[in-house]
Nanobody
Framework: QVQLQESGPGLVKPSQTLSLTCTVS??????????WSWIRQPPGKGLEWMGV???????SISPSLKSRTSFSRDTSKNQFSLHLSAVTPEDTAVYYC?????????WGQGTQVTVSS
């Protein structure tokens, strides 16, 4: 069974770049059944889909975040990463990595990121 775990800084200053990593275990991120998503939930708000990096490294990013967001991966470590630039306090949220299979949805536990000076 695939498992996901987010990691990264809990506090980021405004205007900096937030980088988070999702470490996957149980299968390879390059297995062609997978698309790996980043999703966030600001306090008191609903879930926001940020984008996806697929098994082949191609990406799709939410139009509202496209100018500030990029994804990368390290296949040797079985990890993929989110990079969000020019952060503001509005980017404060719990950030999740996730994937969807026929057997169900698999999510990391989430990591809280606070943007504050």
């Amino acid at each position: 069974q695939v498992q996901l775990q987010e990691s990264g800084p809990g506090l980021v200053k405004p205007s900096q770049t937030l980088s988070l990593t999702c470490t996957v275990s149980g299968d390879s991120i390059t297995n062609n059944i997978y698309a790996w998503s980043w999703i966030r939930q600001p306090p008191g708000k609903g879930l926001e889909w940020m984008g996806v990096i697929r098994y082949d490294g191609t990406t799709s990013i939410s139009p509202s975040l496209k100018s500030r967001t990029s994804f990368s991966r390290d296949t040797s470590k079985n990890q993929f990463s989110l990079h969000l630039s020019a952060v503001t306090p509005e980017d404060t949220a719990v950030y999740y990595c996730a994937t969807k299979l026929g057997s169900g949805d698999y999510w990391g536990q989430g990591t809280q990121v606070t943007v504050s000076s």
